[in-house]
């Protein structure tokens, strides 16, 4: 029997691995899914460990980035994220992550050469996750949140109601306290 707050939090995210491990779904931009070979997308991850001792997958071979997100209210504050700016870098995504910490960053921007109208989706992606959509400009578009999808199934998609220029992946619910959110605006700075 497990007890105590350590118990608990450690029943929970062994809870947690076995479904997600389970659920064996994946995420991808449906405009560039057959632009990387699955082989390069399996060697996309590092893997490490939680407190509990279960072994955790971040991303890996990105680079880094800083948002800075303006929120509604006028306040700024500055997010760590990885940065998916090529179609193999886009097609990859957070296949295969279970670290809901993201390896140390707060997000996943994807980054568009120009205006895009993609659908997103998740295969091979086997954390929930929610996604926001922002313009060229920074503007905020749209949000949803999108559950894994069984193996073996037809992954469902998941689009913006209008064109995007960045599309920001955080664990699910994450949006809010990110200030990704209606009403702010986002600029990207890599390197």
Do not use: N
Request: charged share 15%; proline share 7%; glycine share 12%.
């Amino acid at each position: 029997m497990i007890t105590g707050p350590r118990g608990a939090w450690r029943a929970v995210l062994v809870a947690l691995a076995a479904g997600l491990l389970a659920a064996g779904c994946s995420s991808a931009s449906t405009a560039d899914r057959a632009d990387t070979p699955a082989s390069e997308a399996a060697s996309a991850t590092s893997p490490s460990t939680d407190p509990s001792g279960t072994t955790l997958v971040a991303p890996e071979g990105f680079p880094a980035g800083t948002l800075t997100v303006t929120r509604p209210d006028g306040s700024v504050e500055e997010l760590r994220v990885h940065v998916a700016d090529t179609p193999a870098l886009r097609q990859r995504g957070l296949m295969a992550v279970t670290d809901p910490g993201l390896g140390g960053r707060d997000a996943m921007v994807f980054v568009f050469a120009g205006d895009s109208t993609s659908a997103f989706w998740m295969k091979d992606t086997l954390l929930p996750l929610s996604i926001a959509w922002f313009r060229a400009d920074g503007t905020y578009v749209d949000q949803a949140d999108m559950d894994p999808c069984p193996a073996g199934t037809q992954c469902p998609t998941f689009g913006a109601s209008g064109a995007y220029r960045y599309a920001i992946e955080v664990p699910l619910g994450g949006l809010e306290a990110l200030g990704l959110v209606e009403g702010s605006t986002i600029a990207l700075t890599t390197g």
